[in-house]
């Protein structure tokens, strides 16, 4: 059984930081994308970031590109989520997920798709005050 368990958010003030961790049971990342994504209070949930199976191939939106960075280490089979000069806007529950099945070595805009990931976490709830 795959469980994915998401860690590392909390109350941050704006322009402030916080590291999200991921880690995973049951499956290696080693052969899997992993994305973030987020949902806020009324709203559907978002795509934040994905990282491909190699990890050296990575995906943002235009509205955290150049503040989170994404990353992963096949050792201790965690995926990370940096996010800095955080922002109120970015207030909600973050996830992340894992792909189902087979690898699919997916690549680019294919890895922003919530229908590529089977597995996800409970999330972790972040919240940025201004």
């Known amino acids: 059984q795959v469980q994915l368990i998401e860690s590392g958010g909390g109350l941050v003030q704006a322009g402030g930081s916080l590291r999200l961790s991921c880690a995973a049971s049951?499956?290696?990342?080693?052969?899997?994308?992993v994305a973030w994504f987020r949902q806020a209070p009324g709203r559907e949930r978002d795509f934040v970031a994905a990282?491909?199976?190699?990890?050296?191939?990575?995906v943002y939106p235009d509205s955290v590109k150049g503040r989170f960075t994404i990353s992963k280490n096949n050792a201790k089979n965690t995926v990370y989520l940096q996010m800095d000069s955080l922002k109120p806007e970015d207030t909600a529950i973050y996830y992340c997920?894992?792909?189902?099945?087979?690898?699919?070595?997916?690549?680019?805009?294919?890895?922003?798709?919530?229908?590529?990931?089977?597995?996800w976490g409970q999330g972790t709830q972040v919240t940025v005050s201004s």
């Open positions: 997920a894992t792909e189902g099945g087979l690898p699919t070595f997916s690549r680019g805009d294919e890895l922003t798709r919530p229908g590529l990931y089977a597995y």
């Open positions: 049951g499956r290696s990342f080693r052969s899997y994308a």
């Open positions: 990282i491909d199976w190699s990890g050296g191939n990575t």
